[in-house]
């Protein structure tokens, strides 16, 4: 199959799995007890002006008239209004969705960076102490929340010692963002402990495999050292595993940035989520659910394309 | 050396050996304690020479040849000395081993489908070799590395550089570990069984390659296999292996023709011998009359398996209308439109009661398709199947269970082929829970048993759990599950093809025992030769998804209708090396011809190797 058709297929495929997440989510949200009305207006509200804000917001018509109302409004790139912050949803996305890109990025791209040598590096040393002692590392990084960590980091590397402030860069633009790099450090750690920890030992178990098999004894047998074998050989065949996973680990990433934002003080669309959800601001919620899923299928899609681009035997796979 | 070498006196004075290795001994160390797998092992290899190792699988014939190139795996320790020129390979560091490896010893493994590297190029991985060794630009050796492929014959080398391993057939791919092999003109090739993975028509093919690239270059082969066959092709010397040492060595003539160690007789008597009529192809009698050819072809047709006489029972056809299983004009077709894949086309076979059917060809002709089908477990696209009289297409679901129960089947692989968290008591009762529902567990447990006696494993193997049993215990066991339910057909899919010589002789020999007893029809599914004419009434020839020819086996064997029959009969080694040299030259004089009259046809069997 030909890589135009192949990316067709699979856009499409994306298209349909995103219109699913909207009624899931749409769904779930509609079940919650108490309703948007009750949350925005709080508790003192009388029946009369729950029905009114219910009229209003269209929120008394059939849920399906809802749904596709709301798609139908998604579809011209409106997102609808905060009930909240009164400002349209798609603006207050825009404004924040780069931040937490920066964030997420960045976490992710200082993970791979130290997982994918770690892992390998174990699988070469394994079951000695190294290993080990990677191994343990791993576990209680995975296994720490992300916010206990953030905390920790907050006391030693900006208490105790003065390195990194404590609060993200707090400007509106990336620029902005940009200009403070100290202030980025404490935060983007705290988001790529747990890709380093998770992706470290994918890799481990990758090269692990892939030190097992025959191509590496014949590149042996013609000569090549250990180092050489890794680097030409294992280390590509290892790579198309990780790379697989790394699409569906976009969600976690988000996740982890919801509380890295929050914790660090950083205006981004983690924070936004965070204070939508406390006050039922539906929109806003919906909103962000959907360019995390968008997001997350986007990354999906891009990790079988790199797979597709390392990993020849995928287009004969798929024909 | 304890064991007889009547070639130490010519060895004497002529060249100094590429390889020599004194009192070899090889352990490996386990979780149980220290396993010793090769233990004083001696010999020597000369430029030019090929020495074969021989013997059964575990006799640490491999282990041997991971030891004279220092890639024994990391539990393993080597005493003695290994001596390659005058570095001994035992003593010397990895980064030593490393600037010999592929310079002046080289290895060719067993599984072409492994052994490169899947992401990367096959002409990178050659010139990879090339600069491991030599100080060149990546330019030139590329260039090398394309040289290196037209030496081994890959077609159209220049382009084929740039093809990734998956592109390329089984053949093609040990091609390229060969030319990995040569790159740097090693003085010692080491092959561990380099054809054993492959179709006999492509063996054929690799063996003369190696012999050829050998001869050239006046390296030194040690070649690890267990087919005799190829060791009477290809071999100058032979030593053989038995629980890690060596029992015999000698000159290939003395130690196939006239074996003095008993277990070397043994191992050779076990080897299923392919008939050929010799004197029908007239290149074979001109090149060497005077050879044992005439009387190895005479006494071959006799039945091997078993006491009873297999080829003179099926003659009279007592019940001729009456078929076990009959497959009519079945196709199969998989995937649709330009992806179709024809993987049967037009087949129409059958079983009759109590006859078996040898159903033989190269890797993808179909032949396993065609069993399942039999099987019911593949919808044929067009045809039909009728199995013990009934259509399979005209039958409901329930009703072709039921029919399914009247079939025993054993499969290739031993160990994937038995539940491993099964017991061998539930593994042979399952066919039995599922088709006898009113059977309680004690008759279940005394059916067991007695399933259990009848392939000669004692009762108590049924508390045993698979892994404990050998590869040939548990074919054993999944021949007492295929009978559980007294099948009237056995379908056997390479049933013997993962097992050593000797075990395969035994298994054969208690499926045709308990066919006589209990009289089930068999369709033998086999890509070796030999075997299905010792093993089958009728053959089935089968080639790309058709149905060659077929015919009663020692008529179609012995004088085939059809060139392709023809050729696969030509390219198996006969366990002779008088015979086997003559019939390499008549099968290079028959391609010589070919290629004369039809030359893109010879280019055509170049290019699927």
């Known amino acids: 199959m030909n890589t135009f058709l192949y990316l067709t297929r699979r856009v499409l495929q994306a298209i349909a799995v995103i219109l699913i997440v909207t009624v899931a989510t749409f769904c779930l949200l509609h079940a919650l007890p108490g309703g948007p009305a009750r949350g925005i207006l709080g508790p003192q509200a009388t029946a009369q002006q729950i029905a009114q804000f219910n009229h209003e917001q269209r929120l008394d018509q059939p849920l399906p008239v809802q749904y596709f109302a709301y798609l139908g409004r998604l579809l011209h790139g409106n997102l609808g209004t905060s009930y909240t912050l ?234 | 050396m304890t064991a007889t070498d009547r070639s130490t006196t010519a060895a004497a004075g002529s060249t100094e050996p590429v390889l020599r290795l004194e009192d070899l001994g090889v352990t490996f160390s386990s979780e149980t304690g220290d396993v010793p797998a090769v233990q004083g092992v001696s010999l020597y290899v000369r430029p030019g020479e090929t020495l074969a190792l021989v013997g059964e699988s575990g006799s640490g014939k491999s282990t041997v040849a991971l030891a004279s190139i220092g890639l024994l795996p990391e539990n393993a320790r080597a005493t003695g000395s290994a001596l390659l020129g005058s570095t001994d390979v035992v003593a010397s560091s990895e980064r030593d081993l490393a600037a010999l490896r592929g310079r002046t010893v080289s290895m060719v493994f067993q599984e072409p489908a492994t052994a490169l590297d899947p992401l990367t190029r096959i002409g990178a991985q050659i010139a990879e070799v090339v600069r491991n060794h030599r100080r060149i630009a990546a330019k030139e050796a590329d260039a090398l590395a394309v040289d290196l492929l037209r030496r081994v014959g890959i077609p159209d080398p220049e382009r084929r550089a740039r093809a990734f391993p998956f592109e390329l057939s089984g053949g093609q791919r040990q091609r390229v570990v060969i030319a990995m092999a040569i790159a740097n003109d090693p003085g010692l090739l080491i092959a561990d069984e380099p054809t054993t993975a492959l179709d006999v028509t492509v063996q054929a093919e690799i063996l003369d390659l190696l012999r050829r690239l050998a001869v050239e270059s006046g390296t030194g082969v040690l070649l690890v296999t267990h087919n005799m066959g190829v060791v009477a092709d290809f071999a100058d010397r032979v030593a053989v292996m038995l629980q890690g040492r060596i029992v015999e060595t000698g000159p290939v003539e003395d130690v196939l023709l006239r074996p003095e160690h008993e277990y070397t007789k043994r191992l050779l008597a076990a080897v299923p011998r392919l008939a050929v009529a010799e004197a029908g192809q007239g290149t074979a009698a001109e090149s060497g009359p005077e050879s044992e050819a005439g009387a190895s072809a005479a006494d071959v047709p006799r039945p091997r398996y078993g006491t009873r006489a297999k080829t003179a029972r099926p003659a009279g056809d007592p019940a001729e209308g009456e078929r076990v299983v009959d497959l009519k004009d079945v196709s199969v077709v998989y995937g649709r439109r330009t992806n179709a894949v024809r993987a049967l086309d037009g087949v129409s076979l059958h079983v009759r009661p109590g006859e078996t059917v040898g159903l033989v060809g190269e890797s993808g002709s179909g032949k396993s398709t065609a069993a399942r089908v039999a099987l019911g477990l593949i919808r044929p696209t067009s045809g039909s199947v009728t199995l013990f009289g009934s259509d399979l297409r005209r039958t409901r679901a329930r009703a072709r269970r039921s029919l399914r129960s009247g079939i025993g089947v054993v499969l290739q692989d031993p160990v994937a082929s038995l539940d491993a968290r099964m017991t061998v008591q539930e593994c042979i009762a399952e066919p039995l829970r599922v088709h006898r529902r009113g059977m309680s567990a004690k008759e279940r447990q005394d059916r067991v048993a007695e399933l259990l006696e009848r392939v000669r494993l004692p009762r108590a193997f049924a508390q045993r759990a698979p892994r404990e049993l050998s590869g040939g215990q548990r074919q054993r066991v999944s021949l007492a599950r295929a009978l559980a339910l007294a099948p009237r057909l056995l379908v056997a899919d390479e049933p013997t093809s993962a097992l050593d010589v000797s075990v395969q002789e035994a298994v054969l020999e208690v499926i045709t025992e308990l066919q006589e007893e209990l009289g089930f029809a068999c369709l033998f599914v086999s890509h070796d030769l030999a075997v299905v004419q010792h093993f089958a009434e009728r053959v089935v020839v089968m080639r790309a998804g058709r149905i060659e020819e077929q015919g009663g086996t020692m008529a179609t064997l012995l004088h085939p209708g059809t060139e392709y029959t023809r050729r696969l009969l030509a390219a198996v080694p006969v366990p002779d090396p008088v015979l086997q040299r003559q019939r390499r030259a008549a099968r290079h004089a028959a391609a010589a011809t070919a290629a004369g009259t039809a030359g893109p046809a010879a280019g055509g069997a170049g290019a699927t190797a």
């Open chain 1, 86 to 319: 009164n400002e349209p949803v798609s603006q207050l996305i825009t404004e924040r969705l780069p931040k937490t890109l920066v964030l997420t990025v960045l976490s992710a791209a200082v993970g791979l960076l130290l997982a994918i040598p770690l892992g390998m590096w174990q699988a070469v040393r394994r079951n000695k102490p190294v290993d080990y002692i990677i191994t343990t590392l791993s576990f209680v990084a995975y296994s720490t929340p992300v916010y206990f960590l953030g905390l920790m980091l907050v006391l030693v590397f900006s208490h105790i010692l003065p390195w990194f402030p404590a609060q993200a860069p707090q400007g509106d633009t990336l620029g902005q963002v940009f200009a403070d790099p100290a202030a980025l450090v404490l935060p983007v750690v705290a988001g790529a402990a747990s890709v380093v920890a998770v992706f470290s030992r994918y890799m481990r178990g990758a090269t692990l495999e892939n030190l097992s098999e025959d191509y590496v004894r014949t590149a042996r047998a013609g000569g090549s050292r250990r180092a050489a074998i890794l680097r030409r050989h294992v280390f590509r065949n290892s790579l198309t595993p990780v790379v697989a996973m790394l699409g569906y680990y976009v969600p976690v990433l988000f996740g982890g940035a919801l509380v890295v934002e929050q914790l660090f003080n950083y205006p981004g669309m983690g924070l936004l989520f965070w204070t939508a959800a406390q006050s039922s601001d539906y929109p806003v919620l919906l909103g962000c659910v959907l360019v995390i899923s968008v997001a997350t299928v986007i990354g999906t899609l891009a990790a079988d394309v790199i797979q597709r681009f390392i990993d020849p035997r995928v287009k004969e796979d798929r024909a």
